[in-house]
C-alpha cells in the first residue's frame, strides 16, 4: 500500500463514493461498450507520468494543448477523460472536495474491469492525492512506453515499481480488452530492419497486413484499428490464448510468448481461466 493510502479511506468522509463511481462507468459501459478499455488505459497513463494523481486530465487553459499531457503523443487514443469529470461532479454534489480526482479515476478502471468481467479485488487503497504540478507533455513522452518497446525494457519499467516478472506478465493481460490503431503496428509490420524472432503466426500477420497497408497515410492508420484479443470487450484470459497462438499484435505481446523468463507466465495464465467452470454453446447439449 502506498504512502498515506488505506482501504477505509472514505468511510466517514464519503461513504457514496463507491457507488456513485460504479453506478456511472456501469451506465456508460452500457452505452458504449468500449468504455472500461478506455477507462483502464486512461489509468495506466496517468500512473506511468508522475504517479496516480489525475495529471492526465488537467487541461491547464481549459482547453488540450501542447503543455497538457494529452499534447504527448503517446496518448494518442486514449478516452473517456470526460466520463472521469463527469463522475467527479457527481461526487462533488454529495461530498465536495473529499474525494481526490486520482481516486476516482483508479476507482473507475478498477469497476471498468470487474463490469467487463474480471475481478474485483476486495483491497482498493485510496487516499490520493491530485497533482499541483502543471501537466508537462515531455514528460509523459518519455514516461509512457513506445509501442514498439521489446520485453527487456518493459520488464525493467514495471521493475522500478516493485514488480516481479510474473506480475508484469499479469499487468499486460490488460491486453485482453481494447483496440491497436494501425498507426501503432506500422512499425513492426513494415520495419525493414525488424528481426526475424516475432513469434507472429503467418496467417495473422497478413490479416494484420490487409486490415493495416504500409501506404494508408496518417489519417487512415489513425482511423482503423485491430481487436486486441477476440473478446475484446470481456476482461479474460483470451489474450494469453491468443499469444500462444502467435497471435500477438504488439511486439511486447509477441515475446511474452516465447522468452524464457516470461513463457512459462503465458503458459499457466492462459490455461488458467480462474476455475469459473464451462459455457456450453448451447443448453441443450453437454460438450
Ligand atoms: C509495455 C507496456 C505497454 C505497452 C507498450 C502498451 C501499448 C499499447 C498500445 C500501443 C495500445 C493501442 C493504443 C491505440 O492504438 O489506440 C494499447 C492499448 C491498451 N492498453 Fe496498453 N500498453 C502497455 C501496458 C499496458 C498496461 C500496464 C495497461 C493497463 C493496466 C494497458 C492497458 C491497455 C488497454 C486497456 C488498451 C486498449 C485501449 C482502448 O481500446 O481504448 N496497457 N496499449
Ligand atoms: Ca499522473
Ligand atoms: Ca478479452
Known sequence: VGVGLSDNFYEESCPEVES???AGVQSASLTDPTTPAALLRLMFHDCQVQGCDASILVNPDGVITKSSEMGSTKNFGIRKRELISLVKSAVEAVCPRRVSCADILVMAAHEAVAFSGGPRIIRLPLGRRDSINPPNAGLADASLPHADIGLDSTLQLFAKKGMTIEESVAILGAHTLGVT???????RLYSTQKSNATNQNPAFELSLKTRCPQLAGP???KISF???DLTSVIFDNEYFVNLMRGRGLLNIDSDMAVDSRTRQFVEKFAEDQGNRGVVRRSCGALD
Not at 490503431?181 to 512499425?187: A, E, M, T, V, Y
Open 181 to 187: 490503431h494501425c498507426i501503432n503496428l506500422q512499425s
Open 226 to 228: 485491430m481487436q486486441n
Open 20 to 22: 456513485i463511481v460504479r
Open 219 to 221: 489519417t487512415a492508420s
